[in-house]
């Protein structure tokens, strides 16, 4: 599987962005597909995740009610809508996908194929 991600950008804050996630190879397998994102000197950070088949979603309590994730199952592209942003809402956001079905789709290790990234500036 091969994920591209885009749509990041600079933002003041209260803005919003949409990033997008495109998969290709052999998106069939996906269990879940997740954003995670990383700020300068932290660990990588859950951000959101959602069930391909069914579309559960499960979100940080830090973006819960200003995210949405969402994805076309036509397109194989899963979106990060984030609205009211924050300067703590900069970083590197990824996206990723699990293919063994994961119990802890929340955890980095749930997941075997990695995005390139994406910069997300929130200016205060």
């Known amino acids: 599987v091969q994920l591209q991600a885009y749509g990041g950008g600079l933002v003041q804050a209260g803005g919003a962005l949409r990033l997008s996630c495109a998969a290709s190879?052999?998106?069939?397998?996906?269990?879940?597909m997740g954003w995670f994102r990383q700020a300068p000197g932290k660990e990588r950070e859950f951000v959101a995740t959602i069930r391909w088949s069914g579309g559960s979603t499960y979100y940080a309590d830090s973006v819960k009610g200003r995210f949405t994730i969402s994805r076309d199952n036509a397109k194989n592209t899963v979106y990060l809508q984030m609205n009211s942003l924050k300067p703590e809402d900069t970083a590197i956001y990824y996206c990723a996908a699990d293919i063994t079905g994961s119990w802890y789709p929340k955890l980095p290790e749930a997941y075997e194929y990695w995005g390139q990234g994406t910069q997300v500036t929130v200016s205060s």
């Open positions: 190879g052999r998106t069939l397998n996906m269990y879940h």
